[in-house]
Structures are given as structure tokens and as C-alpha cells.
T-cell receptor
Framework: GENVEQHPSTLSVQEGDSAVIKCTYS??????FPWYKQELGKGPQLIID?????GEKKDQRIAVTLNKTAKHFSLHITETQPEDSAVYFC???????????FGTGTKLQVIP | NAGVTQTPKFQVLKTGQSMTLQCAQD?????MYWYRQDPGMGLRLIYY???????DKGEVPNGYNVSRLNKREFSLRLESAAPSQTSVYFC????????????FGSGTQLSVL
């Protein structure tokens, strides 16, 4: 089955700096890669996603890149703000959501 | 918009007790899911229901049962709770097709003593 590894497990940055979270996956059949943000006491919420036919996608301060050959994908947050502090999960999906595998999460702390 | 609603938010059980976690969605989604979240392990799929009337096992189904009561509601039952089932449980739903997103409820924090 699919294996998704996520690094780092914790990340502290100064407000205004950039943050990068990296994931690798093992199943070449995976073709959809969502990222979720989970705030304390809440459920995960989709913040950005990318499909295997696209190399990069941006939405304001967040961007995701995908390297299919190396089976890597990354989340980039620029100009970080305290409200970006949360746990971020990557995931890889082949087919329906019953075939989605999540990474183990990165706790991001943005220091004012 | 309520989205995905889970009850209860917190629950403490003694080993061997039973309980049912409730989930309802108001987005007319066909598919619903139950996940558990444990520290350092991400989210793992317990059971899912691709459509009304069907349920299937996920990665970690042992000790759980589910019921898709109707299109809106999907419940998770622990028949005889064990300490290993202490976790945060999330219900989620998604619509049809590869373009549909996964929406999560706010979770149930369950402790089994």
C-alpha cells in the first residue's frame, strides 16, 4: 500500500519568514495530493491541493509543488502570520478517498 | 452551513462499555468516512460508506461497527471499548468524482479507562 512520509514533525519560524513542509509518497498510482490545516480542537480543513498533471499551484501565500519523478511534494507558506500556527497534514490519493493516505503531520509555530 | 456535525465532542468510557458516535452531513454527499487520529500516526481510516446502503472496512476496522442510516447519517459503534481505542475520531464526507473535496467534522475525543 501507499506510504506517505512527512517532515519535519515540528517547525518554528519567525513571523514574516517562510515555512516549507515536505512529503514523499511511494505509490506511483497516486494522482491527487491535498494539504490540510488543523487548528486546535478542530477537524482538518483542505487548504490547497494539486493533481499529478500539474507541477506547481499557488493560492495567495501558500503554494504546493510536485515532483512526480522523485515522488516528492511540498507545501510552501510565505510571509507567515501567527494565524498560520496549526498542524499541517499532507496526503496522497489514488482513486477514491478510501484510498487516501495521510502523512503524520507537522506542527507549525509562528513566533510573533 | 453546518457541513459535517459530530456528537458527542468528548466522551469517557470504562473498558467494556459500548457507545455510538454520531455523524451527519448536510452537503448531499454520497460518501462518508470514519477516521481515528493518534499522536504521530496521522489519520487512519476505520470504515467508509461509498454510498447509502454500503459500508466497507478501512485500514483499522477491528473493534468497530458502522451503520449508514441514510444519506445524511453515518454512525460508528464501539461494542466493547478498550484502552487502545482512546483516540480522536473524525467523521468526513465527500461528493462524487475526483474533483470532490473531503470535508471533516470537528472530532470526538474519546478516552477509555
Amino acid at each position: 500500500g501507499e506510504n506517505v512520509e512527512q517532515h519535519p514533525s515540528t517547525l518554528s519560524v519567525q513571523e514574516g519568514d517562510s515555512a516549507v513542509i515536505k512529503c514523499t509518497y511511494s505509490d506511483s498510482a497516486s494522482n491527487y495530493f491535498p494539504w490540510y490545516k488543523q487548528e486546535l480542537g478542530k477537524g482538518p480543513q483542505l487548504i490547497i491541493d494539486i493533481r499529478s498533471n500539474v507541477g506547481e499551484k499557488k493560492d495567495q501565500r501558500i503554494a504546493v509543488t510536485l515532483n512526480k519523478t522523485a515522488k516528492h511534494f511540498s507545501l510552501h507558506i510565505t510571509e507567515t502570520q501567527p494565524e498560520d500556527s496549526a498542524v499541517y497534514f499532507c496526503a496522497a490519493r489514488s482513486g477514491g478517498y478510501q484510498k487516501v493516505t495521510f502523512g503524520t503531520g507537522t506542527k507549525l509555530q509562528v513566533i510573533p | 452551513n453546518a457541513g459535517v456535525t459530530q456528537t458527542p465532542k468528548f466522551q469517557v468510557l470504562k473498558t467494556g462499555q459500548s457507545m455510538t458516535l454520531q455523524c451527519a452531513q448536510d452537503m448531499n454527499h454520497n460518501s462518508m468516512y470514519w477516521y481515528r487520529q493518534d499522536p504521530g500516526m496521522g489519520l487512519r481510516l476505520i470504515y467508509y460508506s461509498a454510498s447509502e446502503g454500503t459500508t466497507d472496512k478501512g485500514e483499522v476496522p477491528n473493534g468497530y461497527n458502522v451503520s449508514r442510516l441514510n444519506k445524511r447519517e453515518f454512525s460508528l459503534r464501539l461494542e466493547s471499548a478498550a484502552p487502545s481505542q482512546t483516540s480522536v475520531y473524525f467523521c468526513a464526507s465527500s461528493g462524487q468524482g475526483l474533483n470532490e473535496k473531503l470535508f471533516f467534522g470537528s472530532g470526538t475525543q474519546l478516552s477509555v479507562l
